[in-house]
Structure formats: structure tokens, C-alpha cells
């Protein structure tokens, strides 16, 4: 049922003009100006060879530097992000790319950096699901597309915690499972989110669950900022849930972290 389809990308050479015509005239695709450029076009249409992907449908979500889309799979929807290349800066990147060792060999061109910070963001999202953390699945990234599980039902995502209204014993788990989440994140994947907030986590409907999403920024301990990066994680979480009656001390929480991570480095030594 993908009445919103919007771009065969099989048929790339006819689809590049229709949709430079289309974005005059329709609303929809206004949303995705700058996005369908032809080497993107040329990406998709690889991952479509691959069978990975068989139809683009309509925009899921709009960011700074990416828009994510509805998409036909093999066998299921699945979600594609596309880092905008023509039209993305780095003023919301710089903050997480200098200092973070895998960004050290990579040239400092736009397209080179918006491609490993694609790469990285799949890295991300192993190394969290790897450690038991709900998030996407990633499925492939290539050059500036990062294909994923969809998260949602009857084409329409999950929402995010903002938009929500959860009871306060149910509120009270999510919390707990945000904060376990955050500290398994740091000791065990040795990632900090680093944007974390009630914009950047999914609310499962049937079971409550969070599910944490946009994990391009997320950087490595190793990070010089990786300590102010987890307590603003903490914060935001913190100040959050403090309307469902939950309120705890957010440098108390990162003292928490830091202090069981101390005592694993000491063991392990």
C-alpha cells in the first residue's frame, strides 16, 4: 500500500528530471529539497540493484543534516536516512568530529566527512544494539545513505517520547530503562550518545519500551568532550521526567557511571 511513493529509484535517468519538475509543485517533495541530487540518486539506485531496496516512499523525518524516509524492502519497510551533501553544514557536526579518532585519516571535505559520518552511525548502532540497547537495526550504509529496520506500524513510526503522555509508574520504567541504557551505553559499548533527549528516543506503544535513535553524533569515551557529552545526556533525561514527579540529581547520576567505570578499570588492570 504505497499510495506516497514518490521515486522508483530503478528508474533513475527519467525519475533525476521528474523530481527537479515535481519540487515545484508539490508540497511533499518541497520537504526534500536538496536531498535527491544525482549522486544520491545513483546510491539509491546501487542499493536498489542490490535488492535492498525496492521503492522510496514519503519523508518520516526531517533533521539539521539528514531526512530520514519511508522505504519498500525485499521483504519489509525499512527506514533510509540520507545525509544531505549539497546543503548540510557543520556547525552541529564540528562539536563531535574534532577529537574523535575515527575521523583522523578521514580528508576534510564535505563529502568525506558527511560519508564516515554515515559509516559511523551503522558503527554506532551494532556496538549499542551489540550490548542489548534497543535501536534500529542498521542494515547498510553507503556513501551518504544509511539503510535501517522501520520502527513503526501500518507505515507510520513509533513516536517519540515527547509526544507521549505515559502514566508515572510507566514513566518511572521508561526512566529507569533510559538511565540503564545510558550507562550500559558508556561501560559496555564505550559510546556516549552525545544528543540524547525526548526528541532522539522512541516509545514502543505496546510495551513502553525506548528506543534510542540518531546515533551519527555519538563518539567514543577516547572523545575529549565524551564527559561533557554524558552528563548533558543525563541532564536532558533528567529534566525531562522531572513533570512525572522523578526527580534525581543528574551530576549524582554521572558520578554514579563515572565511579563504577573507575572500579572496572581498576579490576581489569
Given at each position: 500500500m504505497k499510495k506516497e511513493?514518490?521515486?522508483?529509484?530503478?528508474?533513475i535517468d527519467t525519475e533525476v528530471d521528474r523530481l527537479r519538475m515535481r519540487r515545484k509543485d508539490t508540497d511533499t517533495l518541497k520537504v526534500t529539497e536538496n536531498v535527491?541530487?544525482?549522486?544520491?540518486?545513483?546510491?539509491?539506485?546501487t542499493l536498489s540493484s542490490k535488492g535492498i531496496l525496492k521503492a522510496m516512499?514519503?519523508?518520516?523525518?526531517?533533521?539539521?543534516?539528514?531526512?530520514?524516509?519511508?522505504?519498500?524492502?525485499?521483504?519489509?519497510?525499512?527506514?533510509v536516512k540520507i545525509y544531505r551533501i549539497s546543503s548540510s553544514t557543520f556547525n552541529s557536526m564540528e562539536?563531535?568530529?574534532?577529537?574523535?579518532?575515527?575521523?583522523?585519516?578521514?580528508?576534510?571535505?564535505?563529502?568525506?566527512?558527511?560519508?564516515?559520518?554515515?559509516?559511523?552511525?551503522?558503527?554506532?548502532?551494532?556496538r549499542a544494539k551489540e550490548v542489548g540497547i534497543?535501536?534500529?537495526?542498521?542494515?547498510?550504509?553507503?556513501?551518504?545513505?544509511?539503510?535501517?529496520?522501520?520502527?513503526?506500524?501500518?507505515?507510520?513510526?513509533?513516536?517519540?517520547?515527547?509526544d507521549i503522555r505515559l502514566d508515572k509508574e510507566v514513566a518511572r520504567e521508561a526512566y529507569d530503562t533510559i538511565i540503564h541504557y545510558i550507562d550500559v551505553l558508556y561501560k559496555e559499548a564505550n559510546l556516549v550518545h552525545g544528543d540524547l533527549s525526548e526528541y532522539n528516543i522512541l516509545v514502543v506503544p505496546e510495551t513502553n519500551e525506548p528506543v534510542f535513535i540518531d546515533m551519527g553524533q555519538s563518539v567514543t569515551s577516547e572523545h575529549p568532550r565524551s564527559r561533557d557529552f554524558l552528563l548533558r545526556d543525563i541532564e536532558n533525561i533528567v529534566r525531562y521526567f522531572k513533570k512525572y514527579g522523578i526527580d534525581e540529581d543528574p551530576h549524582g547520576l554521572y558520578s554514579s557511571i563515572r565511579d563504577k567505570e573507575e572500579k572496572t578499570q581498576i579490576i581489569d588492570s
Open positions: 511513493v514518490t521515486n522508483k529509484v530503478k528508474r535527491f541530487d544525482e549522486p544520491t540518486l545513483k546510491t539509491l539506485y516512499g514519503g519523508p518520516i523525518s526531517t533533521g539539521k543534516e539528514a531526512n530520514v524516509f519511508l522505504a519498500e524492502g525485499e521483504d519489509r519497510d525499512i527506514a562539536d563531535y568530529i574534532l577529537g574523535d579518532p575515527r575521523f583522523r585519516n578521514v580528508r576534510h571535505s564535505k563529502r568525506d566527512i558527511i560519508f564516515a559520518w554515515t559509516k559511523k552511525e551503522q558503527r554506532n548502532l551494532i534497543r535501536v534500529p537495526e542498521p542494515i547498510v550504509a553507503e556513501r551518504n545513505v544509511l539503510v535501517m529496520e522501520f520502527l513503526g506500524e501500518n507505515e507510520k513510526p513509533y513516536p517519540q517520547l515527547k
